[in-house]
């Protein structure tokens, strides 16, 4: 083997990217510290994504780096089908611990797309042992975004992903999603209108019949598609219906769980407890891949109740990992510890007032906030939609800092420890990509 092989950028294919025009200028991330990147050319970069959603307590921080070295040296790896090892229950114990109502088991995973498969197939097997497996329907969004597996990709509603793979799974329908320009733009907070859309899914009981009906899967904030803030009553509604049907509800919260919000989780922050919970990302502050799907307490008993063996038949490899498990109890101490989600919370007004602020400066078209998560939605160019908004991203990168794109809208989630005085900082490096780009 040549180990003298240059690193040229060919080999990687690199997910989610304009492979060709990254590599012609790379842009490339050689350390993180704090609320900042270092670049491979000695630039710091503010980080307004925390990643990606996901670096919620911060960059590099001492604690969990300690708890994985600790955990490597003790032990790497413990298999997890007819074996554990302590700390994946005391992850679950602490995670459940976090969660409103009596959603208390979690099933470990290693990614947000892993958490929800796992869900729609718990959701699945939950009616089948309840002597309903005739629901089979599972009923997502338009422009959800419930990661890629097949699983997930069939539930979501964002189109590139749904016409490249979405008809793998056929028993799928779809509810609208809740944005309009007309009716609620510039919103802080939750809008006002928009309630009435939850009512589509009895258009889909009346359609499909309930019997059919196993699952509805939303985020309770669509983060993905550009930060879509659910209308007032919008999840309560879901909820309701949900509850009249006998249908399962999941809220995917790979994205607001763990305070991106203000709150443990989105349940929290709008008081609707969902039958599962899908998590990811800031659960081990992005440090060690880990997702899970945390279930109410009358879903797992139903597993409970047959003859003694295996109750579910799914899993990975790397299911509550002890590298993981180990990242995860160091990021909740963390949490705690900081009090992160509080001071999310109390950062919201001033998040809000710099944000809503580039209200009036070119091709703005719409600001949406809520908690630490502001989405800046830009006009499109003529026949080059997601132009626009890829040129601010480049921008705001040689200016010193990092922001995500969906299309020609500017998704901005920065870590929770961020200072006011970063927060202005950011959305002046934002502004001004924005007001220099044609």
Aim: with cysteine; aromatic share 8%; hydrophobic share 45%.
């Amino acid at each position: 083997m040549d180990t003298n092989i240059p690193n040229d950028l060919g080999a990687y294919w690199m997910p989610f990217t304009a492979n060709r025009q990254f590599k012609a200028k790379p842009r490339l991330l050689v350390g993180a510290k704090g609320m900042f990147y270092s670049t491979h050319d000695g630039r710091r970069l503010l980080d307004g994504t925390a990643g990606l959603w996901c670096v919620n307590a911060g960059h590099g921080r001492a604690e969990i780096v300690a708890a994985i070295a600790a955990q490597a040296g003790e032990m790497d790896y413990a298999p997890p089908f007819q074996m554990a090892h302590p700390k994946a229950f005391e992850l679950a114990s602490r995670v459940a611990d976090l969660m409103p109502g009596d959603l208390d088991h979690v099933f470990f995973a290693n990614s947000g797309s892993e958490a929800v498969d796992t869900a729609l197939k718990i959701a699945l097997n939950y009616h089948a042992l309840r002597g309903q497996a005739g629901r089979r329907k599972l009923i997502g969004r338009a422009r959800g975004y419930h990661g890629v597996g097949f699983g997930g990709i069939s539930v979501g509603g964002i189109s590139p992903n749904r016409r490249a793979f979405g008809g793998l799974l056929t028993e799928i329908d779809h509810l609208p999603h809740t944005h309009s320009l007309e009716k609620n733009a510039f919103s802080k907070g939750q809008p006002d209108w928009g309630v009435h859309l939850a009512d589509a899914l009895e258009d889909l009981v009346a359609l499909h019949g309930a019997e059919t009906i196993a699952a509805v899967i939303v985020e309770p904030m669509a983060g993905s598609t550009g930060v879509l803030v659910p209308p007032k009553g919008y999840l309560e509604r879901l909820r309701s219906i949900c509850d009249i049907y006998g249908i399962v509800l999941i809220f995917d919260e790979v994205i607001t769980g763990f305070g991106r919000l203000g709150a443990a989780s989105a349940a929290e922050r709008f008081d609707v407890v969902p039958d599962i919970m899908t998590l990811a990302k800031g659960i081990t502050n992005a440090a060690v891949p880990m997702g899970a799907a945390v279930v109410r307490k009358h879903i797992f008993e139903t597993f409970m109740q047959g003859p003694d063996g295996i109750e579910l038949f799914h899993g990975y490899t790397y299911s509550g990992h002890p590298l993981a498990c180990a990242a995860g109890l160091a990021t909740l101490d963390l949490y705690r510890k900081d009090n992160l989600f509080a001071r999310a919370l109390s950062l919201e007004p001033y998040w809000a007032e710099a944000a809503h602020k580039l209200r009036e400066l070119p091709n703005v078209i719409d600001i949406r906030t809520i908690g630490l998560v502001a989405g800046i939605e830009l006009a499109p160019r003529a026949n080059a939609p997601g132009a626009r908004g890829y040129d601010v991203l480049v921008k705001c990168y040689e200016s010193g800092a990092l922001v995500r794109t969906t299309g020609d809208i500017i998704a901005l989630s920065p870590p929770l420890i961020i200072e006011n005085k970063q927060i202005d900082e950011l959305l002046a490096i934002v502004g001004a990509a924005i007001k220099t780009t044609p």
